[in-house]
């Protein structure tokens, strides 16, 4: 069974600086998908960024990028420029190629500070 | 990105009753959508997998009889909670896979249901 690990049950970033969220995943399969999803106050789920597993280059979408290690199943979110808007219920996701299934990590609350 | 609404947004109901709770993708065709729990301070957990035309599938320890999913067309689910209790109250998010022009495999999220059964 597939597993995401979030290790990080809070974060806390000054406003404008720069956080790294972190996520660890395992997996058997060698193509699939892996997301970022941020979750507000409102509980709308809205996608941040997604990464194709068979793509070596890093996705990246405005101030989000993702650290995306293969070998070492970890695929990890940096916020630039993090701004109150930001803050949030952060789930990394997995979803194996051709596959219903996508699970979730326990979630990493950020907090933004002014 | 595409969008999926889900109705009612709240909804209160007596213990016994049944309730219904509907989700659509707005602007694209869904063959596969998804119906999660999350309870309050958790992650999302998947209770079933809803098929157009087909019976849905569900994960273990979900009763198939109580959470009655129908995807009666490419656009349509609902989830019927039936004979609600107490302990069903819980936040309802469906969400369907948009695979239009070869997208990536990204699952769409509803504003989620919240359910309360006195």
């Known amino acids: 069974a597939q597993t995401v690990t979030q290790s990080q049950p809070e974060m806390s970033v000054q406003e404008a600086e720069t956080v790294t969220l972190s996520c660890t995943y395992d997996?058997?399969?060698?193509?699939?998908?892996l997301f970022w999803y941020k979750q507000p106050p409102s509980r709308q789920m809205i996608l941040v960024i997604r990464?194709?597993?068979?793509?070596?280059q890093n996705a990246t979408e405005n101030r989000f990028s993702v650290n995306f290690q293969k070998a070492a199943k970890s695929f990890s979110l940096k916020i630039s420029d993090s701004q109150l808007g930001d803050a949030a219920m952060y789930f990394c996701a997995y979803s194996p190629y051709n596959n219903n299934d996508m699970r979730f990590g326990a979630g990493t609350r950020l907090t933004v500070k002014p | 990105g595409a969008v999926v609404s889900q109705h009612p947004s709240w909804v209160i109901c007596k213990s016994g009753t049944s309730v219904k709770i509907e989700c659509r993708s707005l602007?694209?065709?869904?063959?596969?959508m998804f119906w999660y729990r999350q309870f309050p301070k958790q992650s999302l957990m998947l209770m079933a997998t809803?098929?157009?035309?087909?019976?849905?599938?569900?994960e273990q320890g979900v009763e198939k009889d109580k959470f009655l999913i129908n995807h009666a067309s490419l656009t349509l689910s609902t989830l019927t909670v039936t004979s609600a209790h107490p302990e069903d109250s819980s936040f309802y998010i469906c969400s369907a896979r948009d695979q239009s022009g070869g997208a990536v495999e990204t699952q769409y999220f509803g504003p989620g249901t919240r359910l309360l059964v006195l």
């Open positions: 809803s098929n157009e035309g087909s019976k849905a599938t569900y």
């Open positions: 602007d694209f065709q869904a063959t596969t």
């Open positions: 990464q194709e597993a068979y793509k070596q």
């Open positions: 997996t058997s399969e060698s193509d699939y998908y």
